[in-house]
């Protein structure tokens, strides 16, 4: 990485952030397309954030159309950014033009990605952050393409929609990284069901159990880390940053369900715990959730979720319904009944065409923004864990509207910050 490399550690407090939020919707906006200011084809991407994930949505993206070019990168970490910057640049050549004036360190470094003439930025970062990134790259005119899920707690959500209301105004496209949505057997399987080959749904079972993920990030801690660093890079197990498993991870799976049944849940009842995952290392989360979502028919349907190395596992959604039943995986879909049907069709790469689809609709001006239902997906998980982690029933409606729940520190900085206490059902108060 060049010596020019910018860095920023100021910090930013959470009061500005909901200041801003408060915000959002001011003012007059006009519609825009900055993809063809200047009348060109060509795509300007940023990334902002440039671990596995980063490097992963930026290869899709560059793959998906050969006049995307990515000019600007942002980490908190120089040792993440350059070790993206150098393996894109080891697939995609030329087209990879973020030099060391355009890649930018610290908790400001999506401000400065997002001042370096992007057209449309991938954001990439722990979820805790994306509601805060989310927002100022629509306010900056930028088309985002956004990792689920995104937002850690109903503030956040509140904010997310806000950003994507503001995003239409403007004429601005938001893509969510929930690639399920695109696959070719889920989209003809669903299809189905909405045309009524199950008829009236009347209850299904939504599982997700893997494994421990024991082995994720750096350990043990170095001793220059401060308790900030440590806790970034050690994010997918902190609620704050992550929101537990079932927001991280299970979203897809959430996102599904409410996809076959048409909406959001109404209620929410859970239980969960961490029976494996207790070292200090493993911060704040769970290893195992059960909850019963209740949908506006009345009808409930099980989700069972786990975090835990060497139990059967499972990752899959089966319904029931007056006219047959339905399995499917991220590999199947089969519906048995008079309605009979397997998907048998071609296969594609949903991540590719996530951004095809993107990339298409800024060119043509055409709307696509997927931020309230990918924040309706991300609340269906919120909701979950909250009534885990205290034992309570809750109502979506609350959760969205009354909930003041809000996990972001008091300032972003690289100092001291303590560890979260684990949440204990029946004593861990609803926020």
């Known amino acids: 990485m060049e ?21 959002v919707s001011v003012g007059a906006v006009l519609p825009m397309n900055r993809a063809f200011a200047a009348g060109s084809d060509r795509i300007r991407l ?109 503030v956040g959500v509140r904010s997310v929609i806000a950003s994507g209301e503001l995003a239409d105004k403007k004429g601005l496209t938001i893509v969510a990284g929930t690639q399920m949505r695109r696959i070719n057997h889920l989209v003809a399987g669903i299809k189905r069901i909405r045309d009524g080959a199950l008829g009236d749904i009347l209850g299904g079972q939504c599982l997700r159990i893997g494994g421990g993920m024991l082995g994720w990030g750096p350990k043990p801690r170095k001793a220059e880390w401060t308790d900030m660093e440590w806790q970034l890079r050690r994010w997918l197990f902190l609620t704050w940053l992550s929101g537990d498993f079932i927001a991280e991870m299970h979203v897809h799976n959430l996102d599904l369900l409410n996809w076959v ?120 998980a919120i909701i979950g864990r909250m009534s885990a982690y205290t034992g309570r029933a809750l109502k979506w409606d609350w959760a969205l509207k009354a909930s003041k729940l809000d996990l972001r520190p008091e300032k972003y900085q690289l100092g001291d910050l303590a560890m979260p206490k684990v949440a204990i059902p029946g004593k861990t108060p609803l926020i």
Do not use: W
Request: glycine content about 10%; overall charge positive; hydrophobic content about 35%.
């Open 3 to 23: 010596n020019k490399l910018n860095s920023s550690q100021s910090g930013l407090s959470r009061r500005d952030f909901v200041k801003a939020s408060a915000a």
């Open 261 to 380: 049944m048409g909406s959001h849940p109404v209620k929410v009842f859970a239980l969960g715990g961490r029976q494996v995952r207790t070292a200090p290392e493993y911060g704040d989360v769970y290893d195992h959730i059960t909850a019963e979502y209740e949908y506006p028919n009345g009808v409930r349907i099980q989700y069972m979720g786990s975090q835990i190395d060497g139990v059967t596992g499972r990752n899959d959604l089966n319904f029931a319904g007056t006219k047959g039943t339905v399995y499917m995986d991220f590999a199947n879909f089969i519906i048995k009944g008079p309605n009979a049907y397997t998907y048998d069709g071609a296969r594609n790469d949903p991540c590719i065409q996530a951004h095809t689809d993107q990339i298409d609709a800024i060119r043509s001006g055409k709307k696509l923004n997927e931020a309230k239902r990918i924040a309706e997906s991300s609340l269906t």
């Open 46 to 154: 940023g990334v902002i954030a440039c671990g596995g994930r980063g490097r992963h949505d930026s290869t899709k993206c560059l793959q998906a159309d050969p006049n995307v070019e990515l000019v600007a990168m942002g980490d908190m970490f120089a040792d993440r950014l350059d070790a993206t910057r150098k393996g894109l640049k080891a697939s995609f050549g030329s087209r990879i033009k973020a030099t060391g004036d355009t890649c930018f360190l610290g908790f400001d470094a999506y401000k400065k990605v997002l001042a370096s003439d992007v057209d449309m930025v991938i954001l990439t970062t722990p979820p805790g952050f994306r509601p805060q990134h989310l927002r100022a790259a629509i306010e900056a005119g930028v088309h985002v393409f956004m990792e689920k899920p995104v937002a850690v707690d109903p």
